[in-house]
């Protein structure tokens, strides 16, 4: 039937997911306050004062780039034949011998006298020749730089000769290059080749022809390929060496080496390092998506939650605070974290089923938080992670019925053992060391407790400073001793008793429909407070002159009115939680003082009538549990009114005044719908044929009528209470009949 409204859940929702936005926030700050490491000031050759060890997976440069290099030498090159390397070795052979064929036939004219010396005197050969002859041979080729045995060698050879050299030699070339030449042979090619050449020569053809024109001419013709290299290269690259999270990089009271300066950097543990944007972006990460599933959870399964920008800013506060705590307990122990306090207090004060993704979330964010570089953080974060989700579920379901305060231990204490008993389990399949097992097993067991006594101190803390209702607190504001109650029933027990009453029907009814039975209870007993300013004013309070018999009905109604405001101000003064104020202010919506309206249209100042003067401020009903105590109250008083209270006439009597309601729109902003409110009539009957059930006349004994044997004493009833059965039936006639309406009004 909620016809407005939907603009403000709008608006509250925006508001929820704000607050939770900020809260996300702040928690990734404390991560990485968490997370950030001690930095250190320290160059190379310094001592250092502490044994520093790695705050993650860093890599090694300098052993990686060390390994690097020794992996790319031990690859040995990849050769290829140059195909073309034996024809430009030949060209140069023939082009060396053709200038020692030019020389040699200069040599040879001048034995046989054909020329004339280069001297210009007349020359006959001995078995040598002028120097000017020998520099002038030098100036026939401009290839080869001869000396001048080797000059005259060549110019005492006969062509036979010089073409036999010319023909061993290439031969011997050939062979050497058939086998392969790599650059680095070049000089073992040439001996070999030597060794072949002075078999079939002599050897100053040899050392002085022959090899001089080899050593000019020949080059390698096996290759390398730098690419099949470079890729051998490549597939020879070695895993990069790592420094493992919590592994040391600096030992205490050794010199610090550039390759640990290096590693140092990188972490970003030396002083004046740049802000880390990966552990940054981490624990962004990590927010950003945790932020995400909340709300598509919310979303989902917590609408009601998240249209509550007060829940959601005690959901933000409940998360920053587990963060907050984590933080510094985790530097006792990291496994000394309050695991439970986020399922305890979301089962405590929002809902059971909420609780569980709650306490994911802080889970991962617990987890993060209180890493350790004593072991392996990825262990660290599953063993937080599967010690919470298998403990929250029995925390949840021992506390989600139960209505007392010290059960939050007795579900803490159970959440214990189950921690305990989780982390034995994640120990013993990751660890040998069964004493550390035990002693993480048990630091986590003591702040499992820990977190039980911390709900004890927040939750009332909670409850108080977002005024909210949560069965705690309804049951302790139901309690009969509550300063306010006690007002009620001293100084209007009118009231009280209607109230009472008010009660028992609104209960009953929450229950059929699902609503709230213990808010509806409680905003019964407190719906009237405002009465006690002015309680005579109140039929149910009045015992002679009713003061209204002499009141202008304006002023009446005024009074009447009236005590909703001052039933808000007393709440508040008595710090009652919002809901059961809010429930205080709707109980009579917008509706009219009828009684007093009408008073006033059959009175001389009829045209001074204004309908205004005439109704309560409202708001109308906004919650179920605020429509149920609208019908309740009005129920209840007009039902006692009355005087035929035949079941047929009750169960009419509850349809009119809630048509009545309905028509005139008193209902439109709750959430209940027709088939719940068919429930609430048909519960209100019940609950009313119960109270005003009708009973068996007795017939009055005549005296001596029907006497009791002399035997027996006579048990008359009522004799024990000193009446007689005539005075005890005349007054519960008048504790019935008493109990009229306050003129009209409820």
């Known amino acids: ?168 030699t290439v031969n011997a070339v050939k062979k050497a290059m058939d086998a392969g030449i790599r650059q680095s042979a070049i000089e073992t090619a040439i001996s070999n080749i030597q060794r072949q050449i002075i078999q079939y020569i002599s050897s100053d053809l040899c050392w002085n022809i022959a090899v001089p024109a080899v050593r000019a001419c020949l080059e390698p013709n096996m290759v390398v390929n730098e690419e099949a290299t470079a890729a051998n290269q490549e597939a020879a ?158 925390g949840v379901f021992i506390m989600r019925k139960n209505q007392q305060r010290v059960i939050v231990f007795f579900a803490g204490f159970a959440m214990t053992l189950i921690n305990v008993a989780a982390m034995l389990c994640i120990g013993l399949l990751t660890n040998n060391n069964i004493s550390g097992v035990w002693n993480d097993a048990l630091w986590c067991g003591g702040g499992t407790f820990f977190s039980a006594v911390l709900c004890i101190a927040f939750q009332p803390l909670l409850e108080t400073v977002f005024n909210l209702v949560t069965p705690y607190k309804l049951l302790e504001l139901a309690n009969p001793n509550q300063p306010l109650l006690r007002r009620l029933l001293v100084e209007t027990p009118g009231t009280y008793h209607h109230s009472i009453m008010v009660a028992n029907l609104a209960e009953a009814a929450a229950e059929a429909i699902g609503a709230n039975p213990l808010l509806a209870r409680v905003a019964a007993y407190y719906h009237d407070i405002g009465k006690l300013k002015r309680p005579l004013y109140f039929k149910e309070n009045q015992v002679g002159e009713n003061p209204h018999d002499h009141t202008d009905p304006r002023v009446s109604a005024a009074i009447l009115i009236e005590h909703v405001r001052d039933g808000v101000q007393l709440a508040r003064h008595y710090h009652l939680p919002q809901p059961v104020i809010d429930c205080i202010e709707q109980h009579h919506g917008d509706s009219c003082v009828s009684y007093f309206y009408h008073k006033m249209l059959t009175s001389d100042k009829a045209d001074e009538t204004n309908l205004d003067d005439f109704r309560y401020p409202g708001p109308k009903p906004q919650t179920a549990e605020a429509g149920i105590l609208m019908m309740a109250d009005t129920v209840e008083a007009a039902v006692r009114a009355g005087t035929d209270r035949t079941t047929e006439e009750i169960a009419k009597k509850i349809r009119e005044l809630v048509k009545a309601k309905i028509d005139s729109g008193q209902l439109d902003e709750t959430p209940l719908r027709l088939n719940d409110i068919s429930r609430i009539i048909d519960t209100f009957a019940q609950v009313m044929n119960g109270v005003y059930h009708q009973r068996i006349e007795y017939p009055k004994m005549e005296d001596g009528a029907a006497r009791q044997p002399a035997s027996r004493p006579s048990l008359r009833p009522g004799a024990i209470l000193g009446m007689s059965t005539n005075e005890k039936g005349g007054e519960a006639e008048n504790a019935a009949g008493d109990h009229g309406g306050e003129n009209g009004s409820a």
């Open 1 to 168: 039937m909620r016809q407005a409204g939907a603009g403000s859940e709008r608006r509250g929702a925006t508001m929820g997911m704000l607050i939770l936005c900020v809260c996300f926030a702040l928690v990734v700050l404390t991560m990485l306050l968490a997370l950030a490491p001690e930095r250190y000031s320290l160059q190379v050759g310094d001592i250092a004062p502490k044994t520093i060890t790695a705050t993650k997976d860093v890599i090694d440069e300098a052993t990686t780039e060390y390994k690097r290099q020794e992996a790319r030498q031990a690859v040995q090159p990849v050769y290829q034949e140059d195909e073309t390397a034996l024809d430009r070795v030949l060209e140069g052979l023939e082009t060396y011998f053709n200038d020692y064929e030019t020389i040699r036939a200069y040599g040879e004219k001048l034995r046989r006298g054909t020329i004339a010396s280069a001297s210009g005197e007349p020359f006959t050969y001995s078995g040598s020749f002028p120097r000017a002859d020998l520099d002038y041979a030098k100036t026939l080729v401009s290839t080869v730089d001869l000396s001048d045995w080797q000059l005259t060698i060549l110019m005492k050879l006969s062509q036979s000769e010089l073409s036999s050299t010319y023909t061993t």
């Open 237 to 394: 690259e070695v895993e990069p060496v790592y420094y493992k999270n919590g592994q040391n990089i600096v030992i205490a009271g050794e010199r610090v080496t550039n390759a640990e300066i290096e590693v140092l950097d990188t972490l970003g543990l030396l002083e004046g390092n740049k802000f880390d944007k990966m552990l940054f972006m981490g624990a962004a990460m990590v927010g950003l998506l945790s932020l995400l599933a909340m709300f598509f959870y919310m979303l989902r399964f917590a609408r009601d939650v998240m249209r509550r920008p007060r829940l959601t800013l005690m959901l933000s506060v409940i998360f920053a605070a587990t963060a907050v705590i984590s933080f510094f307990s985790s530097k006792l122990n990291p496994y000394f974290v309050p695991i439970a306090v986020v399922p305890l207090l979301v089962t405590a004060l929002i809902s059971p089923d909420f609780a569980m993704m709650a306490n994911i979330i802080a889970l991962i964010f617990i987890g993060v938080i209180s890493d350790s570089t004593t072991s392996s953080s990825s262990q660290q974060i599953l063993s937080i992670l599967f010690s919470g989700l298998m403990s929250a579920p029995a």
